[in-house]
DNA sequence: AAGTGGTCTAGACCACTAC
DNA sequence: TAGTGGTCTAGACCACTTA
């Protein structure tokens, strides 16, 4: 399978980077780029820039294109740079596997919320599924979840203890590739520190939110509970 | 003043967008915009990139660049869409005055984490201010913020009481306009709690990271520690 | 003055979607 | 098959930084 050229000179670039091969912090000129991978200078700015958005390294006019020491020092586990916005693909840990378990499954009419959330009307029902996530046997998040029947009309046990992103993606070629997502903290519940093995004083890192199918079609909300020690969420923000 | 063009084309369709010209939340096709324009199909890619990366519009292969309802609906939706990234500006809330405790303010030398976080040379000294935010008289941040003097020489009491971005526009023109930030959950400390006002059980949000001037460089390292009913960070995630 | 990233052009061909 | 966005090229010139 050819690979695209910007995206080769992206994997390229970040092992390079991660292998601290550039100690100067800065990589070479876009020009020498070109060069090297024998290539146009514009397919040299796509990759770069894209790395840019995600916040790898930032370019100065003028002067040359460093890389983020931010991004180096965190491994955080949940990142979005996966080919899909699923949990499953984004919590890998260090080899860990990611388990799920789950705690409830059936179909609810919507509340008010999700009908405004997910544009539904009262009629069209959703699956509610709630799931723990372990690594290895580990929990480190409960997930609940709001899918509109209307989307996927045979969901099953088997389909929700993998990934449904997954499942979608291969079995109706829906991409989920888009999201409106909310994080704060709040102190845990009793139900949160039973599940999550948390103390009295620990408190759950919350991570919620819509997501949406490529085609803008709102398909899932989804309150993740994680333990606070498992949700780092690296963002960079850029205005104008 | 003459603006870019991809300037121009954003904002031409952003108008076109909230007035509602596009009634069908289609956009004409790339190459009859460059018509229409006048411009290359390249620097009207530009613009629907930029505006795809914004969450305004999505670009589905194939089928054509589509409106996303939601960002006509709710606007608000965008975190840090004012003039700057500056905490003062964004953390505005119901009218409430923002007020500024300034609990700490020296110069030090540079740790090795922020050396390489701002690249500093370890004679680099650093304003080190630590500051407590208040919405009238309720506290519900205490921020810790390093900033190199080379790049400011003439902090004072007076302009850390209030907004250090605003006052670097002003009288430097130096424009904070990116920022790569970790949101995080940590039990609280008994410092925190005494200063958020926060029970034993609750915890503190914690938004970390750092800021950029327009042209890369690093400005600033700042650790925030919210009261956890304070930070609630909203964001729009797409890939590929 | 030299070097860097930014903008813009004109055009070719590819990959996917809809009909 | 026609139409859409995606990738890629080769090159020109501009804006900014550094020395």
């Not at 970040?14 to 980077?17: L, R, T």
């Not at 601290?20 to 876009?30: I, K, N, T, Y």
């Not at 020498?32 to 090297?36: I, M, Q, Y």
């Not at 079609?217 to 969420?233: A, D, V």
């Given at each position: 399978?050819a ?9 390229d670039l970040?092992?390079?980077?991660f ?12 020009r ?5 991978y024998?290539v146009?200078r ?11 958005n995600?916040?790898?390294i ?8 460093f890389i983020n020491?931010?991004?180096i020092?965190n ?24 388990k ?5 499954f ?10 405004r959330?997910l544009?539904?009307q009262p009629?069209?029902?959703v699956?509610?599924?709630i ?22 009309q045979?969901l ?7 990934s ?27 139900n949160?520190?039973e599940l999550l ?10 991570m919620?939110?819509i997501f949406?199918?490529?085609?803008g ?17 690296n963002t960079?923000?850029?205005v104008?």
């Open positions: 399978m690979e695209l050229v910007y995206k080769q000179i992206m994997n970040k092992k390079k980077i292998a601290g091969q550039f100690a100067d912090m800065r990589l070479p000129d876009e020498t780029l070109s060069e090297t024998q146009s514009s397919s040299v700015k796509h990759a770069l820039t894209k790395m840019a995600d916040g790898i930032f370019k100065k006019r003028g002067s040359g294109t020491p931010l991004y020092k491994e955080s586990i949940f990142n979005y740079e996966g080919s899909n916005l699923g949990v499953t693909d984004n919590f890998q840990m260090h080899g860990k596997k990611p799920v378990k789950v705690l409830n059936e179909v609810i009419p919507p509340t008010e919320e999700l009908q959330d544009f539904l009629h069209d029902f699956y509610k599924i799931r723990l996530r372990l690594f290895d046997d580990v929990p480190f998040m409960i997930e609940t979840g709001y899918i509109p029947i209307k989307i996927v045979n099953n046990h088997t389909i929700i203890e993998g449904i992103f997954n499942y979608l993606e291969k079995a109706h070629n829906l991409a989920v590739t888009k999201s409106f997502l909310s994080i704060y903290a709040e102190p845990s519940t009793g949160d520190r093995q948390l103390n009295e004083n620990e408190p759950v890192g919350i919620e939110g949406f199918l490529d085609n079609t709102p398909f899932e909300f989804s309150h993740m509970r994680f333990h606070y020690q498992y949700l780092k969420f960079f923000v850029s104008q």
